[in-house]
């Protein structure tokens, strides 16, 4: 038996600005809390140079239970703000409140506590920022708290001059503990490992995908991969599995990894389209959500991928309702016990394009730039990974990591760029054997379980 997956949508939302990175707040009691950023580059006449500038907008909701007669998303707040690139909310409260970072146009990190209004409302209000350097953009963030851990909150910073920042949080002040040189171009992204948070992963421009011990000093990378055969612009640590990674690039492969080793990834799964963004589930060990630039959002299940046969992931439900670049998505922690409305079943992943004689151009453009690639073969021909849906009969056997759960009902969030939209959407899946717990692997071992 095939397991079964749907999608519904339930909002969508104009932003007015491209908006380009969304997350639901992981601190209790807010998971109903979401935030998204905004980017607008804003070319300037001749008389001033032609010189861009770039300006955004942060958007808070909440979000309620749904109802016949009104949309599950309420706006909390909005104010306008230099260009964001990334923002992510600290896993634990600091000070006693739930704090959002973002990484911003003009080179700053920004921290941001939710605070509760008089009226019952909620708002942001600015807490501390640091400069990560001039002249340059701020391109991505991560928090050191993956794992739910406060005992040395850190943030680590990626920015267009190729750089890669350390900054700690005392006293709730951003202080910078290091930076250095990672990447000949845009370090488009940076991540903690979660499970020791003195190792940094970064990604590049370069095609490179590289270690540091921060134990060790940034003189040189623990290690340099270049499996990625273009830019590396996401990287994602599992909470839930010690050494498992996560990495996305521009080449539209979804790597996963043993932090062990490098030399070679787990496991290779095409997605037709730049991995921009990835996120592991909060609670499901297994489950990966992609952000693919041209080809949609995607959920992989990646337990065979960290077996003891490494496979391809499984794509067990794609969400193509956004038309345009497909730039932020998120979990939110919200359980959604209700039974799912009714809805037309989801749509397959969109299949890859066929065989064509000659050049096959791509263009692929990022907040920051756009350039064109050519991907070809020796002989000049364009041949296209393969990203059809599994077939029923090659389907591994896939199950969800509890024991009582046998439909799993998921909130999440995404955002799209150029139609500057932001879409609200519901998942529910029923894998094949319902409720049976997923058979561990090696990589499973010391992993804690699944976190509520």
Not at 181 to 194: G, L, P, Q, R, V
Not at 261 to 269: A, H
């Amino acid at each position: 038996m095939a397991w079964k997956s749907r999608t519904r949508n339930l909002q969508v939302l104009d932003t007015e600005l491209s908006a380009d990175t969304v997350e639901w707040c992981p601190v209790s009691p807010c998971h109903n809390v979401l935030a998204c950023g905004t980017y607008q580059l804003l070319q300037q006449g001749d008389d001033d140079g032609g010189t861009p500038s770039r300006t955004g907008r942060l958007y808070l909701f909440r979000y309620q239970r749904e109802a016949s007669l009104s949309p599950p998303l309420t706006e909390l707040q909005q104010f306008d703000t230099a260009a964001i690139l990334d923002l992510k909310w600290c896993h634990v409260p600091v000070s006693d409140k739930p704090v959002l970072g973002l990484a911003a146009a003009t080179g700053e990190l920004q921290l941001h506590a939710l605070s509760d209004g008089q009226d019952g409302s909620q708002n942001l209000q600015p807490l501390s920022s640091a400069v990560v350097g001039a002249e340059r953009l701020a391109l991505s963030l991560d928090w050191s708290s993956g794992r739910l851990d406060s005992s040395d909150l850190r943030v680590v910073c990626s920015d267009s001059a190729g750089c890669v920042s350390v900054l700690s949080l005392a006293e709730c002040a951003l202080i910078t503990s290091s930076q250095w040189k990672a990447h000949d171009f845009e370090a488009w992204i940076a991540a903690f490992s979660y499970w020791n948070t003195q190792l940094v992963y970064s990604g590049g421009d370069d095609c490179k995908l590289k270690g540091w011990d921060l134990r060790m000093g940034p003189c040189s990378p623990t290690f340099i991969s270049k499996q990625h055969s273009m830019g590396v612009c996401s990287i994602h640590s599992s909470p839930h599995q010690e050494h498992v990674l996560a990495t996305g690039s521009y080449d539209e492969q979804v790597l996963l990894w043993d932090g062990r080793n490098m030399k070679q990834p787990l496991c290779q799964t095409p997605m037709g389209g730049g991995v921009w963004r990835l996120k592991w589930h909060p609670s499901h060990q297994h489950l990966l959500l992609a952000a693919c630039m041209h080809n949609d959002f995607h959920i992989l299940h990646c337990q065979q991928a960290v077996g003891d046969s490494p496979a391809a992931c499984p794509i067990v439900a794609s969400y193509i309702l956004h038309n345009s670049l497909a730039y932020g998505a998120d979990w939110s922690r919200l359980s959604l016990d209700e039974p799912a409305p009714s809805s037309p079943p989801v749509s397959q992943p969109k299949t890859s394009l066929a065989k064509s004689s000659g050049h096959l151009r791509i263009q692929y453009e990022s907040p920051t730039a756009s350039f064109d690639t050519s991907l070809e073969d020796d002989a000049g021909r364009y041949i296209p990974e393969d990203c059809e849906a599994t077939p029923t009969s090659s389907r591994p056997h896939l199950s969800v990591d509890r024991h009582d759960a046998s439909t799993l009902s998921c909130l999440l969030a995404s955002c799209s760029f150029y139609d500057h939209m932001l879409h609200v959407w519901r998942w529910d899946w029923t894998p094949e054997g319902g409720s049976d717990r997923s058979k561990s692997s090696p990589l499973d071992e010391s992993a804690p379980e699944a976190l509520i």
